[in-house]
Protein backbone atom coordinates (compact mmCIF):
# COMPACT_ATOMS: atom_id res chain seq x y z
CA UNK A 1 0.00 0.00 0.00
CA UNK A 2 1.16 3.57 -0.49
CA UNK A 3 2.73 4.93 2.42
CA UNK A 4 0.73 8.10 2.55
CA UNK A 5 -2.51 6.02 2.11
CA UNK A 6 -1.47 3.53 4.97
CA UNK A 7 -1.30 6.26 7.36
CA UNK A 8 -4.15 7.49 6.87
CA UNK A 9 -5.96 4.54 7.33
CA UNK A 10 -3.54 3.22 9.80
CA UNK A 11 -4.72 6.37 11.96
CA UNK A 12 -1.40 8.22 12.18
CA UNK A 13 -2.38 10.58 9.73
CA UNK A 14 -6.17 12.62 9.70
CA UNK A 15 -5.40 13.39 5.67
CA UNK A 16 -2.97 12.93 2.88
CA UNK A 17 -1.61 15.84 2.89
CA UNK A 18 -0.41 15.55 6.72
CA UNK A 19 0.68 11.91 5.76
CA UNK A 20 3.13 13.16 3.15
CA UNK A 21 4.45 15.98 5.53
CA UNK A 22 4.72 13.25 8.44
CA UNK A 23 7.01 11.09 5.48
CA UNK A 24 8.82 14.34 4.71
CA UNK A 25 9.65 14.67 8.07
CA UNK A 26 10.76 10.59 8.43
CA UNK A 27 8.61 7.64 8.59
CA UNK A 28 10.20 4.52 9.22
CA UNK A 29 8.62 0.87 8.80
CA UNK A 30 9.24 -2.82 9.84
CA UNK A 31 7.34 -6.21 9.47
CA UNK A 32 8.81 -7.91 13.07
CA UNK A 33 11.37 -6.39 16.46
CA UNK A 34 14.13 -8.34 14.81
CA UNK A 35 14.07 -7.22 11.68
CA UNK A 36 15.32 -4.12 10.52
CA UNK A 37 13.75 -0.49 9.78
CA UNK A 38 12.87 0.78 6.57
CA UNK A 39 12.81 4.33 5.45
CA UNK A 40 9.89 5.82 3.58
CA UNK A 41 11.49 7.80 0.80
CA UNK A 42 8.90 8.70 -0.88
CA UNK A 43 4.52 8.93 -0.33
CA UNK A 44 4.52 6.45 -3.14
CA UNK A 45 6.90 3.77 -1.68
CA UNK A 46 5.07 0.69 -0.66
CA UNK A 47 4.21 -0.48 3.35
CA UNK A 48 3.53 -3.81 3.67
CA UNK A 49 -0.05 -5.14 5.45
CA UNK A 50 0.83 -5.20 9.02
CA UNK A 51 4.30 -3.41 9.41
CA UNK A 52 5.17 -1.24 12.33
CA UNK A 53 5.44 2.07 11.63
CA UNK A 54 7.71 4.58 13.53
CA UNK A 55 7.20 8.45 13.05
CA UNK A 56 10.74 10.20 13.74
CA UNK A 57 9.06 13.81 14.19
CA UNK A 58 5.17 13.24 15.29
CA UNK A 59 4.77 16.82 16.13
CA UNK A 60 3.00 17.26 12.21
CA UNK A 61 0.33 14.57 13.50
CA UNK A 62 -0.20 16.62 16.85
CA UNK A 63 -3.43 18.80 14.96
CA UNK A 64 -5.42 18.25 12.12
CA UNK A 65 -3.53 20.34 10.08
CA UNK A 66 -0.59 22.77 10.44
CA UNK A 67 -2.74 25.28 11.57
CA UNK A 68 -2.88 23.54 14.48
CA UNK A 69 0.65 24.14 15.33
CA UNK A 70 0.59 27.84 14.26
CA UNK A 71 -1.59 28.37 16.69
CA UNK A 72 -0.16 26.75 19.57
CA UNK A 73 2.88 28.85 19.09
CA UNK A 74 1.25 31.71 18.82
CA UNK A 75 -0.91 30.99 22.13
CA UNK A 76 2.31 30.21 23.56
CA UNK A 77 3.77 33.58 21.95
CA UNK A 78 0.89 35.86 23.50
CA UNK A 79 0.32 34.04 26.74
CA UNK A 80 -3.11 34.17 26.32
CA UNK A 81 -5.29 31.23 28.24
CA UNK A 82 -7.67 29.39 26.23
CA UNK A 83 -9.01 26.81 29.47
CA UNK A 84 -12.72 27.30 29.49
CA UNK A 85 -13.16 29.97 27.26
CA UNK A 86 -15.51 30.26 24.27
CA UNK A 87 -14.30 30.72 21.14
CA UNK A 88 -14.79 31.33 17.56
CA UNK A 89 -12.88 29.76 14.51
CA UNK A 90 -13.19 32.34 11.47
CA UNK A 91 -12.18 30.06 8.12
CA UNK A 92 -12.62 26.81 9.99
CA UNK A 93 -11.65 24.85 6.92
CA UNK A 94 -10.45 21.43 8.04
CA UNK A 95 -10.19 22.06 12.04
CA UNK A 96 -6.54 22.81 12.94
CA UNK A 97 -7.31 25.91 14.85
CA UNK A 98 -10.04 24.42 16.43
CA UNK A 99 -8.76 21.25 16.88
CA UNK A 100 -5.37 22.91 19.08
CA UNK A 101 -8.08 24.75 21.08
CA UNK A 102 -10.11 21.67 22.24
CA UNK A 103 -6.27 20.25 23.24
CA UNK A 104 -5.86 23.49 24.70
CA UNK A 105 -8.79 23.02 26.78
CA UNK A 106 -11.33 25.51 25.31
CA UNK A 107 -15.42 25.31 26.22
CA UNK A 108 -16.70 25.15 23.06
CA UNK A 109 -15.88 26.46 19.65
CA UNK A 110 -18.02 27.78 16.99
CA UNK A 111 -16.00 27.36 13.37
CA UNK A 112 -17.45 29.29 10.44
CA UNK A 113 -16.35 29.06 7.17
CA UNK A 114 -17.42 30.13 3.53
CA UNK A 115 -17.03 26.38 2.84
CA UNK A 116 -19.22 23.36 2.74
CA UNK A 117 -18.03 19.87 4.24
CA UNK A 118 -14.21 20.83 4.96
CA UNK A 119 -14.25 20.00 8.96
CA UNK A 120 -12.83 16.63 9.73
CA UNK A 121 -15.40 14.34 11.04
CA UNK A 122 -13.62 14.02 14.40
CA UNK A 123 -14.37 17.47 15.11
CA UNK A 124 -17.57 17.22 13.75
CA UNK A 125 -18.93 14.68 16.05
CA UNK A 126 -17.39 16.67 18.93
CA UNK A 127 -20.45 18.00 21.05
CA UNK A 128 -18.30 21.10 22.10
CA UNK A 129 -18.07 21.97 18.10
CA UNK A 130 -20.86 23.95 16.44
CA UNK A 131 -19.65 24.09 12.44
CA UNK A 132 -21.22 26.58 10.56
CA UNK A 133 -20.66 26.52 7.00
CA UNK A 134 -21.30 28.83 3.92
CA UNK A 135 -20.96 31.59 5.78
CA UNK A 136 -18.86 34.49 4.56
CA UNK A 137 -16.49 36.17 7.51
CA UNK A 138 -17.13 39.02 6.11
CA UNK A 139 -20.70 39.41 6.53
CA UNK A 140 -21.13 38.36 9.62
CA UNK A 141 -23.27 39.96 12.30
CA UNK A 142 -24.45 38.67 15.54
CA UNK A 143 -27.84 38.22 14.77
CA UNK A 144 -26.47 36.23 11.12
CA UNK A 145 -23.99 34.45 13.39
CA UNK A 146 -26.79 33.69 16.00
CA UNK A 147 -29.19 32.34 13.63
CA UNK A 148 -26.69 30.38 11.57
CA UNK A 149 -25.47 28.77 14.56
CA UNK A 150 -28.94 27.94 15.66
CA UNK A 151 -29.45 26.14 12.10
CA UNK A 152 -26.31 24.27 12.49
CA UNK A 153 -27.71 22.91 16.09
CA UNK A 154 -31.06 22.28 14.95
CA UNK A 155 -33.09 19.93 12.44
CA UNK A 156 -36.00 20.78 10.22
CA UNK A 157 -39.23 19.62 10.57
CA UNK A 158 -42.72 20.39 8.62
CA UNK A 159 -44.37 23.01 10.06
CA UNK A 160 -48.04 20.92 9.83
CA UNK A 161 -46.69 17.06 9.48
CA UNK A 162 -49.18 14.64 8.13
CA UNK A 163 -52.01 13.44 10.19
CA UNK A 164 -53.20 9.81 9.63
CA UNK A 165 -56.28 10.08 11.72
CA UNK A 166 -57.71 13.43 9.40
CA UNK A 167 -59.04 11.48 7.03
CA UNK A 168 -62.90 11.58 7.45
CA UNK A 169 -64.85 8.75 7.51
CA UNK A 170 -66.21 7.29 4.09
CA UNK A 171 -70.13 6.91 3.74
CA UNK A 172 -70.71 3.52 5.01
CA UNK A 173 -67.68 2.97 6.24
CA UNK A 174 -69.69 0.87 8.56
CA UNK A 175 -70.38 -1.75 5.77
CA UNK A 176 -66.47 -2.62 5.90
CA UNK A 177 -67.19 -5.19 8.53
CA UNK A 178 -70.28 -6.53 7.21
CA UNK A 179 -72.43 -4.78 9.88
CA UNK A 180 -75.85 -3.55 9.51
CA UNK A 181 -77.51 -1.04 11.28
CA UNK A 182 -81.16 -0.23 12.46
CA UNK A 183 -83.90 2.02 11.76
CA UNK A 184 -81.69 4.22 15.32
CA UNK A 185 -78.76 4.59 12.62
CA UNK A 186 -77.54 8.16 12.55
CA UNK A 187 -75.99 9.29 8.87
CA UNK A 188 -75.46 12.63 9.16
CA UNK A 189 -71.91 12.84 10.22
CA UNK A 190 -70.60 10.87 7.32
CA UNK A 191 -68.39 12.29 5.08
CA UNK A 192 -69.58 13.06 1.63
CA UNK A 193 -67.83 11.79 -1.68
CA UNK A 194 -66.94 15.05 -2.40
CA UNK A 195 -65.36 15.52 1.25
CA UNK A 196 -62.95 12.20 0.51
CA UNK A 197 -62.19 13.47 -2.93
CA UNK A 198 -61.01 16.43 -1.58
CA UNK A 199 -59.09 15.25 1.13
CA UNK A 200 -57.50 12.90 -1.48
CA UNK A 201 -56.14 15.70 -3.53
CA UNK A 202 -54.68 17.99 -0.37
CA UNK A 203 -53.09 15.21 0.12
CA UNK A 204 -52.01 14.20 -3.04
CA UNK A 205 -50.93 17.77 -3.56
CA UNK A 206 -48.98 17.63 -0.32
CA UNK A 207 -47.03 14.73 -1.74
CA UNK A 208 -45.83 16.49 -4.83
CA UNK A 209 -44.93 19.71 -2.52
CA UNK A 210 -42.79 17.61 -0.43
CA UNK A 211 -41.15 15.54 -3.09
CA UNK A 212 -39.95 19.41 -4.23
CA UNK A 213 -38.79 20.74 -1.13
CA UNK A 214 -41.55 23.48 -0.85
CA UNK A 215 -43.77 22.16 1.89
CA UNK A 216 -43.33 25.05 4.83
CA UNK A 217 -40.76 23.69 7.88
CA UNK A 218 -40.17 24.91 10.97
CA UNK A 219 -36.68 24.75 13.36
CA UNK A 220 -36.37 22.59 16.10
CA UNK A 221 -33.27 22.08 18.51
CA UNK A 222 -31.84 18.41 17.84
CA UNK A 223 -31.94 16.89 21.63
CA UNK A 224 -28.31 16.74 21.69
CA UNK A 225 -28.27 20.08 21.25
CA UNK A 226 -31.31 21.22 23.71
CA UNK A 227 -29.64 22.60 26.40
CA UNK A 228 -26.83 24.00 24.33
CA UNK A 229 -25.94 27.83 24.93
CA UNK A 230 -24.78 30.21 22.09
CA UNK A 231 -22.50 32.88 23.46
CA UNK A 232 -23.76 36.56 22.06
CA UNK A 233 -19.59 37.56 22.35
CA UNK A 234 -16.50 35.10 22.34
CA UNK A 235 -13.60 34.83 25.22
CA UNK A 236 -11.19 34.12 21.87
CA UNK A 237 -11.59 35.10 18.36
CA UNK A 238 -8.84 33.33 15.68
CA UNK A 239 -8.90 33.10 12.38
CA UNK A 240 -7.34 31.58 9.16
CA UNK A 241 -8.24 33.45 6.08
CA UNK A 242 -7.27 32.45 2.65
CA UNK A 243 -7.96 35.07 -0.65
CA UNK A 244 -9.22 37.70 1.53
CA UNK A 245 -7.45 40.98 3.70
CA UNK A 246 -7.84 41.03 7.48
CA UNK A 247 -8.80 44.86 6.63
CA UNK A 248 -12.60 43.53 5.55
CA UNK A 249 -12.91 40.96 8.16
CA UNK A 250 -12.06 42.81 11.05
CA UNK A 251 -14.93 45.34 11.42
CA UNK A 252 -17.48 42.53 11.00
CA UNK A 253 -15.30 40.64 14.07
CA UNK A 254 -14.92 43.56 16.59
CA UNK A 255 -18.74 42.94 17.79
CA UNK A 256 -18.33 39.64 18.59
CA UNK A 257 -15.48 40.02 20.61
CA UNK A 258 -16.14 40.44 24.44
CA UNK A 259 -15.34 43.29 26.00
CA UNK A 260 -12.17 41.80 27.80
CA UNK A 261 -11.64 39.09 25.00
CA UNK A 262 -8.58 38.73 22.70
CA UNK A 263 -8.67 38.58 18.70
CA UNK A 264 -5.52 36.56 17.32
CA UNK A 265 -5.96 36.34 13.42
CA UNK A 266 -3.36 35.17 11.24
CA UNK A 267 -1.87 37.07 8.73
CA UNK A 268 -0.81 36.05 5.07
CA UNK A 269 0.41 39.02 3.37
CA UNK A 270 0.14 37.76 -0.01
CA UNK A 271 -3.60 39.03 0.51
CA UNK A 272 -2.29 41.85 1.76
CA UNK A 273 -0.84 43.40 -0.65
CA UNK A 274 -1.27 44.51 -4.39
CA UNK A 275 -0.99 42.35 -7.00
CA UNK A 276 2.24 44.10 -8.66
CA UNK A 277 4.27 43.59 -5.21
CA UNK A 278 3.75 39.78 -4.73
CA UNK A 279 6.32 37.45 -7.04
CA UNK A 280 6.03 35.17 -8.88
CA UNK A 281 4.13 31.82 -7.99
CA UNK A 282 2.53 34.30 -5.29
CA UNK A 283 5.15 34.36 -2.89
CA UNK A 284 5.91 37.91 -1.48
CA UNK A 285 10.06 38.10 -1.62
CA UNK A 286 10.59 41.93 -0.69
CA UNK A 287 10.85 41.54 2.95
CA UNK A 288 10.73 44.91 3.65
CA UNK A 289 6.87 44.71 2.80
CA UNK A 290 6.25 43.02 5.97
CA UNK A 291 6.46 46.19 7.85
CA UNK A 292 4.07 47.87 5.46
CA UNK A 293 1.28 44.50 5.86
CA UNK A 294 1.99 45.50 9.58
CA UNK A 295 1.60 48.70 9.82
CA UNK A 296 -1.29 48.57 7.48
CA UNK A 297 -3.38 45.78 10.13
CA UNK A 298 -2.20 47.98 13.00
CA UNK A 299 -3.92 50.81 11.57
CA UNK A 300 -7.09 48.61 10.83
CA UNK A 301 -7.26 47.74 13.82
CA UNK A 302 -7.25 51.11 15.37
CA UNK A 303 -9.96 52.57 12.72
CA UNK A 304 -12.37 49.44 14.13
CA UNK A 305 -11.55 50.09 18.03
CA UNK A 306 -8.85 47.64 18.63
CA UNK A 307 -5.84 48.04 20.42
CA UNK A 308 -2.94 45.66 18.80
CA UNK A 309 -1.45 43.75 21.58
CA UNK A 310 1.64 42.06 19.61
CA UNK A 311 2.69 40.96 16.03
CA UNK A 312 3.76 37.64 16.52
CA UNK A 313 5.93 35.55 13.46
CA UNK A 314 4.11 32.78 13.04
CA UNK A 315 6.37 29.67 13.97
CA UNK A 316 5.88 28.07 10.77
CA UNK A 317 5.83 29.38 7.40
CA UNK A 318 2.78 28.98 4.83
CA UNK A 319 2.81 25.55 2.88
CA UNK A 320 3.57 27.97 -0.22
CA UNK A 321 6.69 29.71 1.36
CA UNK A 322 5.71 32.93 2.37
CA UNK A 323 6.30 34.32 5.49
CA UNK A 324 3.37 34.41 7.97
CA UNK A 325 2.23 36.45 11.31
CA UNK A 326 -0.64 36.80 13.80
CA UNK A 327 -2.01 39.91 15.18
CA UNK A 328 -3.10 39.57 18.86
CA UNK A 329 -5.56 42.54 19.47
CA UNK A 330 -8.07 43.58 21.87
CA UNK A 331 -10.86 46.17 22.55
CA UNK A 332 -8.96 49.44 22.86
CA UNK A 333 -11.00 50.35 25.72
CA UNK A 334 -9.90 47.36 27.75
CA UNK A 335 -6.18 48.54 27.69
Not at 13 to 32: D, E, F, K, N, P
Not at 79 to 84: D, E, F, H, N, P
Not at 290 to 301: D, G, K, S, T
Request: aromatic letters at 4%.
Amino acid sequence: MRADVFLVEGGHAATRSQAQRLIAAGVQWRLAPTLPWHAVAKNGDDIPAGAEVQLLDAAEAKYLSRGGLKLEGALAASGIAVVGQHCLDVGQSTGGFTDCLLQQGAAQVVGVDVGQAQLHERLRADPRVIAVEGLNARHLTPDTLHDAVEEALSERAEAEPDDNHTQPDAPYAWMRNGGLIDDDYDDSDDAQEHEIEAFKAERAAKVKARAAGELPTVRRRRREHKHTVIPAQFDLIVGDLSFISLTLVLPALVPLLSPQGDLLLLVKPQFELQPGQIGKGGVVRDSALYAVVEQRLRQACVDAGLHTVAWLPSPIEGGDGNREFFIHARHAAAV
